[in-house]
């Protein structure tokens, strides 16, 4: 066996793509400042944000069938009402299911991980299996689970490219953040990506 070392010049640091991939880091310190709705659309876009004349998004889906939803309970958004709501990727839109600020109700859903009440915004991610298990079976469930993981990458690089910081959450009781954001049966919270300024 020979241990053959990587080119001293990976990573460089010199292209945008190192950057964020150097800086992206867990954070559970947020300074309470609010995010603009700006910012927030920027997330949401990198999230799921339909990039193609077809209908193709920002993350890969396989047999391009999009069985995530993006759901953004906005705490401290400026521009946006407090509340919880829908990203419609093809329409680049949101949908207010709910108003007020919910984000005390989610860190007791996260098991009391109170950190998450002092991010600006969380962005949730909930799937409906059925859109790609109709096609794969079992394996289309795996599916899923990669796919939750590409979405959620994008969001956290978006978040490092904006000044901000993010977590990935996964530690959570599912019935209770279903039923914090209102999810239709059909639907599963997956995980969830608090959002905001570092202390
Ligand atoms: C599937 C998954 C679930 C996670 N759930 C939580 C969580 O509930 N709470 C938390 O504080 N961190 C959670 N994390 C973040 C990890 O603790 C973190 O990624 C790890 O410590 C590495 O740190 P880094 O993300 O800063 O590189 C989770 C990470 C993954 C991939």
């Avoid at 292209?15 to 910012?39: D, M, N």
């Avoid at 069985?67 to 990727?89: C, M, N, S, W």
Wanted: glycine residues 10%.
């Amino acid at each position: 066996m020979t241990l053959i070392r990587l080119p001293k010049t990976a990573p460089s640091l010199g292209h945008p793509l190192e950057r964020l991939l150097a800086q992206r880091r867990t954070l559970r310190a947020y300074s309470g400042q609010p995010v603009s709705w700006a910012k927030a659309a920027c997330l949401l876009w990198a999230a799921q944000g339909v990039t193609d004349a077809g209908g193709l998004r920002t993350a890969p889906s396989a047999g391009a069938l999009y069985p995530l939803e993006v759901y953004l309970l906005a705490g401290a958004v400026t521009g946006l009402e407090p509340g919880i709501y829908r990203y419609q990727p093809r329409s680049d839109a949101v949908l207010r299911l709910a108003s007020g600020d919910r984000r005390a109700e989610l860190a007791a859903a996260a098991l009391h991980q109170d950190w998450l009440v002092d991010a600006a915004l969380t962005l949730a991610f909930a799937a409906r299996y059925a859109r790609t298990t109709w096609r794969y079976g079992r394996r289309g469930v795996q599916y899923v689970h990669i796919e939750v993981g590409h979405a959620a990458q994008n969001v956290q690089l978006m978040a490092v490219s904006l000044g901000l910081g993010s977590a990935v959450v996964g530690a959570f009781d599912e019935a209770r953040v279903a039923s914090l954001l209102g999810l239709p049966a059909e639907e599963t919270p997956l995980y969830l990506l608090p959002v905001g300024a570092a202390a």
